[in-house]
């Protein structure tokens, strides 16, 4: 199945410093509508219906969060954007960003008026600090044309922890502390920035509401499989010849995007969905990419048989040990001994228990650590057990015959 355009439809054709160009290819006219034509309750059942999941990672339905949010009663609540896109291999928001941002200003402007909030933050990954004068410029031209009345939107830059992208971490790092992740509950629809309800949603997500809005549930419904509706930006990279960003219905295979479209050959391996995304070997490459299968926030990474499999879970592994918080010991203490671990059997010393460790760690950390990050650190490691457990079998092998020889020397 080739691309089909729908989030990304005016990359490249509209200036996305120009909101007349914006409004010229149909811009705002989903806002009117839900403005004009629908009550809160109803744009939040349409975008409920229409069954979208949240393109940040974790899939969360998208209406049954609105829902949440909007029955709170509160006097004050939140809208966050979340555009810290700080997962390796994830360039997928950025895209947006740059060439539309007037996308998100319409879904963030629909998003709080379904939920009734009066304040929102775009919590821009700092790397993209170049981005924040596109964004500003966006916001004042949609204020300028009056589609932002009684609502504020400030673009918060983060603080370059991929961390601050959990969604806890990031309402601390808001509020001006480290950020780290929060016990739950209280999950943030009830409880979420100064203790107020709040939604967080992607980029991605967000620019879905615009188009189901416009073009009804029944319509976005219609595209991709039972459990993952709509389009899927994907941002590839690796062993490709055409790396970048790519739009596909759910559904379709890995093997369109990486092969077809991006040119990939001689496949080892590709992870999917992020440094804490699932591997899929080669021989798996018809995978359909869907939250059924594998998916996550779209990143996806080709590796081609010139690579170690032990070589690309230790450097995964040292960016999650980096990037823990922290705050809680299993993420905290599991990442470095998985680092521990992995180096030695990458650099040549491994020993026999060692994947037996690795399994034992990987069940701690997925069921005791606080947030997504120490919960699924050991997803590739134990992919790679899974499908590559020879080349795991064979350096451990190569360790042992190293060290008898030396032991002879
Ligand atoms: C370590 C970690 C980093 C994350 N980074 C991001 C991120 O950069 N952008 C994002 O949208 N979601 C990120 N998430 C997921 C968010 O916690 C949250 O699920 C998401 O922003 C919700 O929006 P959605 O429902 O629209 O996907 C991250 C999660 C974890 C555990």
Redesign the pocket.
Known sequence: MPEKRILSKNCGQIDPQNIDTYLAAGGFNAWQKALNEMTPAQVVDEVKVSKLR???????P?GL?WELTAKEKADEKFLIC?A????VG?FK?RYLLQNDPFVLVEGIAIAAHAIGAQKCYIYL?QEYHYLLDCLNNALDQARQRGFLENLQIDVHEGAGA??C???SA?MDSIEGKRGEARYRPPFPPSKGLWGQPTI????E?LANIPHIILNGSQWYQGLGTAESKGTKLFSVSGDVARPGVYEMVLGSSLEELVVDICGAERIKMVQVGGSTGGVIPGSMISTPLAYETVLG?GAVMVFDESRQVLDFVHRTMVFLADESCGKCTPCREGTEAMLEILGRLAHGDGRQEDMQALDELSETMMLASL???GQAAAVPVLDTLKYFRDEYETRIQQSVFLRSMRGRL
Do not use: M, Q
């Not at 810290?84 to 997962?87: H, L, P, Q, R, T």
């Not at 967080?200 to 980029?203: K, L």
């Open positions: 949240g393109r940040g990672g974790a899939g969360f998208c969060k979340n810290d896109e700080g997962e994830a928001d990954r991929y961390i992208g959990e969604e990031l967080i949603n992607n980029v997500t926030s947030c997504g990050l």
